[in-house]
């Protein structure tokens, strides 16, 4: 059986239910999955004092060592300024010796994202995270069309076809709407088939 990771980070919970949706589809596709999210680096009182979400229900990745034990890995993490956040950036920073062996390459990639605003740098902060996938020697695999969740403007709503997204607003009030979190099982369940037809 195929074998997927979802890795992840979340301020305020809104990437870790994505991260949950994912995995769900990642099950339908037919592929066993792990959730696991990087590390806190910003200071404890600046988490305290911003409110960040610290109880989870998932471990830590153990080492990004790890990674290479996994058949496909996908990537969530909010936006800061158009790009992933320090803490995912910080991890992947680690992953030069897997680089060097080519661990990653033709493994299965992709990435979900979460802004405050329509108009947040979803795409911007997606394409950060497939970067490094990409450079990795990984399979993007997107948010494809046959979705159509994401498409109209009947409602203010995530979805690109670079990966599965969400909308937070501005004070982090605003939850995944069912359409979103529909777009990050559907792109977890392409993902998994994929995997599967690689490696299953």
Do not use: C
Request: proline share 4%; glycine share 14%.
């Amino acid at each position: 059986m195929a074998k997927v990771l979802v890795l992840y980070y979340s301020s305020y919970g809104h990437i870790e239910q994505m991260a949950d949706a994912i995995a769900e589809g990642v099950r339908t596709g037919g592929a066993e999955v792990d959730i696991r999210r990087v590390a806190e680096t910003a200071p404890a009182e600046v988490v305290e004092a911003a409110h960040f979400k610290t109880d989870t229900a998932h471990p830590l990745i153990e080492s990004p060592d790890a990674l290479a034990t996994y058949d496909a890995i996908i990537v969530g993490a909010p936006t800061r300024y158009g790009r992933m956040p320090a803490q995912m950036a910080s991890f992947w920073d680690t992953t030069g010796g897997l680089w060097f062996q080519g661990k990653l390459i033709g493994k299965v990639g992709g990435a979900f994202t979460s802004t405050a605003s329509q108009h947040g740098g979803q795409e911007t902060t997606l394409f950060s995270i497939i970067t490094n996938l990409l450079h990795h020697g990984m399979t993007i695999v997107g948010l494809d069309y046959g979705f159509q969740g994401q498409m109209g403007v009947d409602e203010v709503k995530g979805g690109t076809p670079y990966g599965a997204s969400t909308l937070a607003d501005g004070d982090g009030s605003r939850q995944p709407s069912a359409v979103e979190l529909d777009g990050a099982r559907y792109q977890g369940k392409r993902i998994a088939e994929t995997a599967v037809k690689l490696f299953g």
